[in-house]
């Protein structure tokens, strides 16, 4: 659907990356700059268009976010900046005018994976490993850059239109820095979704495999149609889980779905479900399980 934003804006640039340069002199109006095509998608912090740049008709993804969500743009901008890799977007520009901020990246065509799975219920274990690998190499790839995404859930992954289910890996406002010293680091803005995020962010901390206990919650959801974890909860009231290092359902209805994978998918999720990071099962070993291997 065509979209073409008709208001006139004004203001200075304040474009905090050095891409383009504007003059002084001459507000910056992303609109003339940029023709605004249609909507992608929609997440808490932004509103995301296709738009295409008028000077050289490139396209690009740029995602449209308010200014009081600035320190997350900042945040998502600099973690673009310093990924790399072909599961991951390609950052263009950080813009701003007096309306928004804007981010722009390399267009990826496609859907991302909850929309592109929602006719599904759930998936068998032979199409679940497909999804998983490409989920995990998408993740393995962004920790390769030292960067740990911290929002992992399928509607930050997009189905690549140009090949069948490939997935890039989106949506880098929660991303973190991870630092060669420490083990456990402090969380600088909040990370996560409920029900997604693992134990050590209620303590304000990640680790380089917080992102494996979401990849977790995804497998589960994937596997049985359900959420391991309630909504509203975080998982330390859930008490779905305890004891560090195992992995604990005590409820009846959790043992039931278990009772619905194959051994190999309950020894994986027992290893990724560990409630201390340190002790969890690394990305890359999620990638070797025999799970991954032999399924
Ligand atoms: N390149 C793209 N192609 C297709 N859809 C996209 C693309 N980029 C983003 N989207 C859609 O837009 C949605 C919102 O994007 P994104 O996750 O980056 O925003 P957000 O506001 O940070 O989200 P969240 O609610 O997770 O915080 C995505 O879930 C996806 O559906
Ligand atoms: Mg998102």
Known sequence: MFRKIVRQLAGKATNLLPCIAFSTTQPYRFNQEYSTFEQLGKGSCGIVYRVVENSSQKQFTCKKMRKTKRWRAHREAIALRDISGSRLPQFHAKLEDEFAIYILSKYIPGEDLFDYLADFYCLDEYDLQHVVVEMASCIKQCLDCSIAHLDIKAENFIVDEASVLNLKLIDFGAAHHISEDKE??????????????????????????????????????????????PRHESYSTSKTVSEPGHFIFPTLAHEEKLKTMSPLLVSLLGQMFTIDPRKRISIQEVLSHPWIVNT
């Open 184 to 229: 456990l680091m402090s969380l600088k803005t909040p990370a996560g979704t409920t029900g997604f995020s693992p134990p050590e962010f209620y303590g304000g901390r990640f680790h380089r495999n917080s992102d494996v206990w979401s990849l977790a919650v995804c497998i589960w959801i994937l596997a049985t149609g359900e959420r391991p974890f």
